[in-house]
């Protein structure tokens, strides 16, 4: 079992794209993010991606379709297509003799907040002091960067030559030892043309503030995002209180409705992911968008994206 069998076959399963990072690559990651702990003899991280159709972004474009990209856009790929795929990809490692252990994009254990990156609080605790608090989270944005899928755009979501912003990554640990993929040396996609902080209806990116990590070696770097606000803004609000003072808390049913969002009523979450509403209007519409026009992503369309004035949550 080689890399180019094990690569095929991730395609063959019916990931779009996969690349493999050896275990090496996470040496220095924080203790509550190195997959090292969870299988301390893992010699491979097999990442596999998956891309979101970019049909999916229409309805959200022409203010007509909401509910598809949380649907099919989230939920039907991480929980549905991604386990599917990663069960059976699996597989070849063990046939093999190797353990393997696959994770879809769903952490709902973990010890750490995804919506704020630091610990939960009154969650978990370490089973022995050299260990860290179950569950440990695996961040697959930085796995795909080990894997040589592409690279962090501006915007802190993962780019590749591919699809741009349109793909959800899922992955493997095993032991097989794998010959890596390099880290992504191909054309730069993200010229920091701020098009993603521009667009994003709630300011949820800092065109002054950045955040430095080093990652394989190599440095990289992103724009400051405000968690809290991309969540109310991707969920159909200008901030979290409604014009009448009454707060807009996600998930709270009986909130009002304010003047940026189109739906009366407050349509739940979908199968466990947020509402849909102005749905990456910067980070990934207006980021596809400026990547398309450059011809820069070997997905290519007949059509451009965008073909008419966007509704904006924005009031004019």
């Known amino acids: 079992m080689d890399a180019k069998t094990v690569k095929e076959f991730a395609k063959e399963c019916g990931a779009d ?4 990072a050896n275990i090496e690559r996470f040496e220095g990651a924080p203790k509550q993010f190195d997959p090292r702990y969870i299988m301390p003899e893992a010699k491979s991280m097999v990442v596999l991606g998956f891309r979101i159709f970019r049909g999916l972004l229409r309805g959200i474009e022409e203010g007509t379709l909401f509910a598809n990209y949380s649907s099919m856009g989230y939920a039907g790929i991480n929980k549905v297509q ?13 046939d093999e003799g190797y353990e393997a252990l696959p994770f879809h994009n769903d952490f709902p254990w973990n010890a750490i907040s995804t919506a704020t990156g630091k610990m939960k ?16 989270f695996i961040h697959m944005r930085i796995a795909a960067f080990c894997a040589g ?15 741009g912003p349109r793909v959800r990554f899922g992955c493997v640990l095993t032991e097989a ?6 880290l992504y040396e191909g054309p730069p996609l993200c ?3 701020m098009a993603c902080v521009k667009a994003c209806s709630g300011n949820a ?16 770097e992103w724009g400051k995002l405000d968690e809290h606000k991309c969540s109310i803004a991707f969920q159909g609000g200008k901030n979290d209180v409604a014009p009448d003072g009454e707060e807009l808390k996600y998930a709270q049913y009986d ?36 990547l398309e026009q450059q011809g820069k992503l070997k997905n290519k369309f007949k059509m451009p994206f965008r073909r008419r004035k966007p509704w904006k949550m924005e009031i004019e």
Not at 121 to 136: F, G, L, Q, Y
Not at 208 to 220: L, P, Q, S, W, Y
């Open 17 to 20: 794209i996969v690349g493999i």
């Open 82 to 94: 991604m386990p599917t795929v990663l069960w059976n990809f699996t597989k070849i490692f063990e």
């Open 121 to 136: 609080e009154n969650w978990s605790r370490p089973v022995s002091p050299d260990k860290p608090a179950p569950d440990v």
């Open 149 to 163: 899928l592409g690279e962090i755009g501006y915007s802190k979501v993962f780019l590749t030559p591919e699809f």
């Open 177 to 182: 030892p794998l010959d890596p993929d390099p």
């Open 191 to 193: 010229d920091k043309c």
């Open 205 to 220: 990116i800092s065109a002054t503030e950045t955040v430095k990590v080093k990652i394989a070696g190599r440095d990289v």
């Open 255 to 290: 909130a009002k409705p304010n003047e940026y969002n189109p739906f009366i009523a407050s349509p739940g979450p979908l199968y466990g992911y947020g509402r849909a509403i102005e749905g990456g209007r910067g980070c990934v519409r207006a980021c596809m968008i400026h």
